[in-house]
C-alpha cells in the first residue's frame, strides 16, 4: 500500500469533493456521494506517481487498494494559477488526483487550498 498523503494533498482533495464542478458532460456527484468520499478520505494513500516527474499527481488508494478504472467516471474540476486540477471518481471510489500544468513549467506539489477556485 501506498504512502501517507501529505496535509496539502488530503487539503486538495477535501476542498474538490467540498467545492468542486464535474467536468462537461460527467454526471453531478450527490451531496451524500461526496460526505462518503470525504469520509473515504481518513484511510486514503497515496500510490503511484505520475511518470511524467513535472507534476505532482498522484494514484489515490483505498482499503481495497488501486482504483480500477471501471464503472462511471466522473471528475471533478477546479482552477489554479495557470493549472487545472482534476479529482477522478471511479466507480464511486478515489482514483486519481491531477494536476495539469497550462504551460511548461514544472509544478512539484498541489497549491495551497487559498488558490483554488471552481469554474
Do not use: K
Not at 52 to 58: K, L, V
Amino acid at each position: 500500500m501506498g504512502r501517507e498523503l501529505t496535509e496539502r494533498e488530503r487539503d486538495v482533495m477535501r476542498y474538490m469533493l467540498d467545492a468542486a464542478v464535474p467536468l462537461e458532460g460527467d454526471e453531478p456527484v450527490s451531496r451524500q456521494i461526496r460526505q462518503r468520499l470525504r469520509q473515504d478520505l481518513h484511510s486514503a494513500r497515496a500510490g503511484e506517481r505520475c511518470a511524467c516527474g513535472d507534476c505532482p499527481s498522484i494514484v489515490i488508494e483505498d482499503q481495497d487498494g488501486i482504483t480500477p478504472e471501471t464503472g462511471q467516471r466522473v471528475v471533478l474540476s477546479a482552477a489554479a494559477p495557470n493549472a487545472s486540477v482534476l479529482l477522478f471518481i471511479d466507480g464511486g471510489r478515489l482514483s486519481y488526483l491531477e494536476l495539469a500544468p497550462h504551460d511548461d513549467e514544472p509544478v512539484h506539489e498541489f497549491p495551497p487550498v487559498a488558490h483554488l477556485s471552481v469554474n
